[in-house]
């Protein structure tokens, strides 16, 4: 079935170093949702990306959609304690589902 | 603006007892996804409806029932409770789900049922 892989499963960084999470699915996509959840929190909207090749900031987050729309990726400068959680992926599946990606959880070390 | 509602925000169950997880939204959407997440991991799709009247299996549905008799509720029944049940729940709503159904798809979250079976 179609699936979204995404990697890696965690990302320790030092406060300041920069964070990258990287999805890839098996089918092309119409568009790729990208969401963060903070520890103890749900899952919140960050962006939505429809066009080949689309790239789109949201300050120091920087979300990517490749050319052949089946890869994305969300990349973060500079990271700071407020990005701390779990950075998800998804996209629309067969039956008006979404297919989540497992999650990129960043993790700021001491 | 409410957005989605689920009640309770936490929850402990006997094994074998049954409870009905409350979901509500306030935008008019028809799209609405029950997820459960286990200490983590990701989400995984429980049900999901298109519609009022209209609902469907999605990755984990054993144990569970829904109905979507009204586009603004999407309860959810968990019978006969057990252990492997314990998770966080999360209801979801969408105006679509893919741009070729409508532009906007961004899916707003409820805060979460918090369960636990013993």
């Known amino acids: 079935g179609q699936q979204v892989m995404q990697i890696p499963q965690y990302q320790h960084v030092q406060e300041g170093e920069d964070f990258t999470t990287y999805c890839n699915s098996s089918?092309?996509?119409?568009?790729i949702q990208w969401y963060k959840q903070r520890p103890g929190g749900h899952p919140v909207f960050l962006i939505q990306?429809?066009?080949s090749g689309e790239v789109k900031k949201q300050k120091r987050l920087t979300f990517q959609f490749g050319e052949a729309k089946k890869n994305s990726s969300l990349h973060i400068t500079a990271t700071q304690t407020t990005d701390v959680g779990t950075y998800f992926c998804?996209?629309?599946?067969?039956?008006?589902?979404?297919?989540w990606g497992a999650g990129t959880k960043l993790i700021i070390k001491p | 603006n409410a957005g989605v509602t689920q009640t309770p925000k936490f929850r402990i169950l006997k094994i074998g007892q049954s409870m009905t997880l409350q979901c509500t939204q306030d935008?008019?959407?028809?799209?609405m996804y029950w997820y459960r997440q286990d200490p983590g991991m990701g989400l995984k799709l429980i049900y999901y409806?298109?519609?009022?009247?209209?609902?469907d299996k999605g990755e984990v549905p054993n144990g569970y029932n829904v109905s979507r008799s009204t586009t603004e509720d999407f309860p959810l029944r968990l019978e006969l409770a057990a252990p492997s049940q314990t998770s966080v729940y999360f209801c979801?709503?969408?105006?679509?789900?893919?741009?070729?159904?409508?532009?906007?798809?961004?899916?707003?979250f409820g805060q979460g049922t918090r369960l636990t079976v013993v």
């Open positions: 089918t092309t996509l119409s568009n």
């Open positions: 979801a709503s969408s105006y679509s789900p893919d741009v070729s159904v409508g532009t906007n798809t961004e899916a707003f």
């Open positions: 990306l429809v066009k």
């Open positions: 935008m008019n959407h028809n799209y």
């Open positions: 998804a996209g629309p599946g067969s039956n008006y589902q979404l297919i």
């Open positions: 409806s298109v519609g009022a009247g209209i609902t």
